[in-house]
């Protein structure tokens, strides 16, 4: 046990402070990056409460997907850092109150005692060829199928809201249709014949010249 | 279950040893003569006239979410394929419904041209 809690402090210590270095940077790009340390050391928090597979979803959908669409979403804002820090001062003291009242209120809700933590002991460590990913999925599309069906439900108004909000149609770039190019049929379309006047008797005309020229130039 | 993960902490503890060891030396060991020209900001050459920071299509972003969405259907697939077994009937209906409700979507996006590069 000593091991382990030594290493949830190890982890906390650092989730806590990349968390502090999020919301304290001044280039948001390191902010981000400071937030992709947080979700791993949270991961492995998670891990140490033998969540293992929630741990490696962390780590997959979180740290591989999310963090790119904060960067990107970060590329697109184009950041004035100046504007963002004119006014501090001003809504210093705002802010502060509004940061205590909230830190209350969590306090109030979520604090220790409101969960009777102590009424539940520690369950016993896992032993080695328990599968967390099996004990997942028991519950989850059995007894949380409606939930589970929530999340469809939500994923596909996501789908829908991102299409709706940023999908615009460019009518005036030029670029290849790949279901237009494999229709090409192979006479017509591809190649064209052109019939034309043959130009051979001209150019021996043309040769019969240059050789005359050159016999000129040679007896000159 | 926790013994498992002690190889991944000793890999990455050494991971971070080899990395912070190597920058370090490098840092302690090496020479340093900085002049103004060896920190200024270059670009192959010429002096740097723009930002760093381009501003991207908002396309890019539309693509991200999408493959964010789909990538987290994929992360509910893995317990249901692993339990299918012990589960029978109906968590293979969950899931079909699951998967429906997000092809209905799929659909969409496929109708809209999203998933068109113009």
Redesign the interface.
């Known amino acids: 046990m000593g091991f382990?809690k030594f290493?949830f402090y190890v982890f906390a210590a650092i989730t806590v402070l990349a968390a502090g270095m999020v919301v304290t940077r001044r280039n948001p790009v390191h902010a981000v990056l400071y937030l992709v340390l947080a979700f791993f050391s949270s991961a492995a928090l998670w891990?140490?409460l033998?969540a293992?597979?929630l741990g490696l979803?962390l780590v997959?959908?979180y740290v591989?997907?999310?963090m790119?669409?904060f960067l990107?979403?970060l590329?697109?804002l184009?950041i004035d850092l100046a504007t963002l820090r004119a006014g501090f001062i001003r809504y210093l003291p705002l802010g502060v109150v509004i940061a205590v009242v909230m830190a209350v209120q969590i306090l109030l809700v979520v604090g220790p005692g409101n969960f009777g933590a102590e009424q539940f002991p520690t369950p016993a460590?896992?032993?080695?060829d328990?599968?967390?990913?099996?004990e997942?999925?028991?519950l989850?599309?059995?007894d949380y199928?409606y939930p589970?069906?929530l999340?469809?439900?939500i994923?596909?108004v996501?789908?829908?809201a991102?299409?709706r909000l940023?999908?615009r149609?460019?009518p005036g770039?030029k670029?290849l249709d790949p279901t237009q190019q494999i229709q090409v049929r192979k006479g017509p379309d591809r190649v064209r014949l052109v019939s034309q006047v043959s130009t051979a008797g001209l150019r021996e005309e043309q040769g019969a010249r240059d050789v005359a020229q050159s016999q000129e130039d040679g007896s000159a | 279950m926790l013994e498992n993960y002690l190889p991944i902490l000793i890999f990455i503890l050494v991971g971070i040893l080899v990395g912070v060891g190597s920058l370090g030396l490098g840092y302690l060991l090496g020479p340093r003569r900085p002049d103004q020209e060896k920190d200024s900001p270059y670009e192959c050459g010429f002096e740097a006239f723009e930002n760093a920071r381009l501003k991207f299509d908002v396309r890019y972003y539309l693509v991200a979410i999408l493959f964010i969405l789909f990538d987290l259907e994929i992360a509910f697939l893995f317990p249901w394929a692993v339990v299918l077994d012990d589960l029978g009937v109906f968590a293979f209906w969950s899931m079909v419904i699951f998967l429906g409700i997000l092809v209905v979507g799929f659909i969409y996006e496929w109708k809209k041209g999203a998933l068109e590069w113009e």
């Not at chain 1, 328990?130 to 099996?134: K, L, T």
Request: aromatic share 10%; net charge negative.
């Open positions: 382990e290493l891990l140490l033998e293992e597979f979803v997959l959908v591989g997907a999310v790119v669409l990107f979403v590329m697109m184009d460590a896992a032993a080695a328990v599968s967390n990913i099996e997942v999925g028991l989850l599309y059995t199928v589970f069906e999340a469809a439900v994923l596909l996501g789908i829908i991102a299409i940023t999908l149609r460019r770039t670029y």
